[in-house]
Nanobody, 124 residues
């Protein structure tokens, strides 16, 4: 059964760091794109970052460039999101999602499989 499990969220002060994990089961990531999305109360779902586990290409939303880094570990069938210099506006529930495509995007409607998400809270 296809499943994605996001973990690693928590509470941190502005300027701090967190590392999120997205563990996949029921399929292998090597022919998928994996995206990280977030949604804050009262706001639309927003694409944060995505990676092609086929060719390693990576994409970032402008507001997180230089602060967040996406990576993958094929042996663990897991994708990570290292988040540095966190800001209060990063506060949201973060979701990982998968799409069977060599060309992932930051458009949430293009993704097929979703985890339940993990909450990130950044205080000033």
């Amino acid at each position: 059964e296809v499943q994605l499990q996001a973990s690693g969220g928590g509470s941190v002060q502005a300027g701090g760091s967190l590392k999120l994990s997205c563990a996949a089961s029921g399929f292998t990531l090597d022919d998928h794109g994996i995206g990280w999305f977030r949604q804050a109360p009262g706001k639309e779902r927003e694409g944060v970052s995505c990676i092609s586990t086929s060719d390693g290409s990576k994409y970032y939303e402008d507001s997180v460039k230089g602060r967040f880094t996406i990576s993958s570990d094929a042996a663990k069938n897991t994708v990570y999101l290292q988040m540095n210099n966190l800001k209060p506006e990063d506060t949201a529930k973060y979701y990982c999602a998968a799409v069977r495509s060599y060309y992932p995007s930051l458009n949430f409607w293009e993704y097929d499989y979703w985890g339940r998400g993990t909450l990130v809270t950044v205080s000033s």
